[in-house]
């Protein structure tokens, strides 16, 4: 790990009081000058990290601002090209265009407001400044189009973990077919995958995987989807969203040699959200009342008419809702 992330990392577990630049440097076994380079480039990164005469570094108590630096220094491995915006029109669709230009994989580009969120279906996803963390990873994995969606599902799944390992509440996460995320039946998670085909192999040429998340409520979001949206937490929590990106970024990485691994598929199995209850499945015209039974070994979603008949749904036809 790079020096800078080791002073972050150190700071951090004593946020918000004085480490002196000796203690560091003789931690890493290096000159003060080297610590105070490295606390001048973190700081240069928008890193909250005040100097007094003899006391030391100090990391503010309440920064909660997101940073590549942050990122790594709980991340703790150096796959990923960490890239961070305060606001941004869609973190998917700039890095679509930074994926034409050859961008490399596992490039990620994470932002704490986005003006133009995209959600699944064309529509807009809220993602106003202060209360989420709006995120886009770029993928290359050698899979075929028809399994794109395992990417989706599997993402569901490491997000529901990271969210997890936050809260520090076991299997309080649980999935909405095919990509939302709700805590206390609250939305707090939706995931938009867009996918390149490369035509002549009929793979997958690129994939980015979009995440949006509500760390803490928003009024904005709460004006306009009352009763629907929810939060990780109840108040603002200092560097979770730095957390949060690390642990989404861990959790990811257990997935990528094996998008839709059978565990994986169990495990959203078991979180699901709608087992079992009346949905109104809705494609293009048509509408009809179901009922959920389960979901099957391509993640397709199993549904069960009034007349008994059974149906498989994939997630590109249609869109639920739910009655309650
Ligand atoms: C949905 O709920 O329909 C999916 C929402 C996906 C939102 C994320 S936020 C990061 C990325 N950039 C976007 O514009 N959308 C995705």
Avoid: H
């Avoid at 890193?47 to 220094?73: C, F, M, P, Q, R």
Wanted: aromatic content about 6%; some cysteine.
């Amino acid at each position: 790990m790079e020096l800078k992330y080791k002073v972050l990392k150190a700071l951090e577990e004593k946020r918000g009081q004085a480490v002196s630049g000796e203690t560091l440097a003789t931690e890493f076994n290096v000159s003060r000058s080297a610590i105070w380079k490295a606390v001048k480039s973190l700081r240069q990164q928008g890193i909250d990290i005040t100097a007094g005469t003899n006391k030391g570094y100090v990391l503010a108590v309440d920064s909660n601002s997101l940073s590549s630096a942050g990122i790594n220094a709980i991340l703790g491995e150096n796959r990923y090209i960490i890239e961070t915006r305060k606001s941004v029109t869609s973190t998917n669709t700039i890095l679509k265009e930074m994926a034409v230009q050859g961008a490399d994989e596992y490039t990620v580009l994470v932002a704490e407001e986005q003006t133009l969120g995209r959600g699944r279906f064309g529509r807009r996803f809220e993602s106003p400044k202060g209360t989420g963390i709006y995120l886009s990873i770029l993928l290359k994995p050698k899979m075929k189009a028809e399994d794109a969606l395992f990417i989706t599902t599997s993402a569901a799944v490491a997000v529901a973990n990271a969210v997890e390992a936050l809260n520090k509440k076991p299997n309080s996460v649980k999935i909405k077919w095919v990509n939302d995320l709700f805590l206390d039946n609250r939305k707090i998670c939706g995931i938009l995958t867009e996918a390149a085909i490369d035509f002549e192999s009929g793979g997958l040429e690129y994939a980015i995987l979009g995440i949006g998340i509500n760390i803490s409520p928003s009024e904005e979001v709460n004006e306009k989807l009352s009763g629907i949206a929810g939060s990780i937490f109840k108040t603002d929590i200092p560097n979770s969203r730095n957390q949060l990106t690390a642990q989404i970024l861990k959790q990811i990485s257990k997935q990528l040699d094996n998008f839709g691994s059978k565990e994986c598929l169990d495990e959203y199995r078991l979180r699901s959200f709608l087992d079992n209850k009346m949905v109104t499945v809705i494609g293009g015209e048509t509408r009809y009342l179901a009922r959920v039974v389960g979901i099957d070994d391509k993640a397709r979603l199993v549904v069960q008419l009034e007349s008994g008949d059974k149906k498989t749904i994939s997630s590109g036809e249609v869109s639920l809702s739910l009655e309650v």
